[in-house]
């Protein structure tokens, strides 16, 4: 097996545990969320449905620095209002959101830069040298 494929069979393994995690903090935290008045309408802006569970485990996962910037750009509806869905989950739901946000980035992140280096012919280079 090159390396190639054993990396990419880390990252799309990582993908896919991101997937189960992503249909259990939908269900678990954003469901409460939606239901909760204060929160419904805090969620951030849903290009399609299921975004705002995506946008929600951000809100909860980014440092917030980073939070409190979007909070202030014009862009700011794009963005659920992390200071409001803090007030109303508990640490478990942000635990749950850290995981799954963090698997689903590193993991959409890892298939490009393979993407990328395989483009190069990075891989093909190592592979000659051994």
Known sequence: MSLLSTLFAISVAFAFIACIMYII?????????????????????????????????QALSLPR??????????????????????????????????LFYWLYAISGFSMILLMLLDVTGLFDYIESLA
């Not at 678990?28 to 975004?51: C, I, Q």
Request: without cysteine; charged residues 30%; proline residues 3%.
């Open 25 to 57: 903090f939908g269900q678990v935290t954003v469901r409460k969320l939606r239901k909760n008045p204060e929160t419904k309408d805090k969620l951030g802006f849903e290009f399609v449905s299921g975004w705002d569970i995506i946008k929600v485990a």
């Open 65 to 98: 620095f980073m939070t409190d910037k979007f909070k202030q750009s014009p862009l700011s509806g794009l963005f659920a209002d992390a200071d409001i869905l803090s007030e109303h989950t508990t640490r478990f739901d942000r635990v749950l959101a850290r």
